[in-house]
């Protein structure tokens, strides 16, 4: 079975030639200097707080990295209750879970996860410095598929169960956006999820190379358009046969995860 992350949903939702390039012909880009100082900040970020969680010493990641020590200490600063220890809580950092759903495994990890006897609280940590919009992140797969997937594997209902993203790098202001669920919410992702992985089904078992369609409206929203338009992939990336799912099964898992 295919292992799908957030980051699939997103591509495979936005663009699904661009997804077809991107997971299963292997097509790479040139990697940017700038991205990678973000993302390899951004790792740090949460092995701080996957060893704070821990209980582990955190002293010297702080030492090396004074963004990290100032960061971490306005988060406090802004929600001191969500980093103190309760003993009504269960709380687990880098939390997986994983839902069978159709062909495919739905895959999630929380970068923190708070169960009580009554509700149950996912929260992630972003590390960019412009928050996304509300609107952007509640229609996000991010959004959708970790809500969704604990529904799915906990004895929570869709009510019981919400979802904060905390935006941590400063010098903006820490802040947040916190989701609550509901039954019906629950339903629409179930059927979006339906009808995308369907199609994705489609597209998998056709020998036509280019299954992958593009998107009504893609020419003036797409943000790959114009890079799928000119690129040659034909004759610069090996191709695999789509319908190959044991080639697919080994690359789609090597890949990493998109940004939000």
């Not at 200490?73 to 269960?90: F, I, Y």
């Not at 202001?173 to 369907?198: A, C, V």
């Amino acid at each position: 079975m295919l292992r799908l992350s957030q980051g699939h949903l997103n591509l495979l939702e936005t663009c699904p030639p661009k997804f077809q390039q991107s997971y299963l012909t292997l097509a790479s880009s040139l990697p940017n200097p700038e991205t990678e100082e973000r993302q390899t900040w951004g790792s740090r970020f949460h092995l701080l707080m996957q060893q704070r969680e821990l209980g582990l010493s955190i002293t010297s990641l702080l030492e090396e990295d004074t963004e990290l020590d100032r960061s971490l200490k306005a988060l406090v600063q802004a929600a001191p209750e969500l980093l103190t220890n309760n003993s009504q809580q269960k709380r687990e950092a880098e939390h997986s879970r994983t839902l069978s759903f159709g062909n495919y495994l739905l895959t999630v990890i929380y970068d923190l996860l708070i169960a009580e006897e009554e509700q149950a609280k996912i929260i992630d940590w972003k590390t960019y410095l412009k928050p996304e919009k509300r609107a952007k992140l509640a229609r996000n797969w991010q959004t959708r598929l970790y809500l969704y997937v604990l529904a799915e594997t906990s004895d929570y209902s869709p009510e019981q169960i919400s979802m904060t993203y905390w935006f941590v790098k400063l010098p903006k202001k820490t802040q947040s956006h916190t989701f609550s669920y509901s039954q019906e919410q629950h339903q629409k992702t179930e059927q979006d999820l339906t009808e995308l992985l369907t199609n994705l089904d489609n597209w998998l078992s056709s020998k036509d190379r280019h299954s992958f369609p593009h998107r009504n409206n893609c020419e003036s929203n797409c943000p790959y358009y114009q890079e799928l338009l000119v690129a040659n992939i034909s004759n610069k990336t090996k191709k695999y046969n789509v319908s190959d799912r044991d080639h697919l099964l080994h690359d789609i898992q090597d890949i990493s995860e998109i940004p939000l």
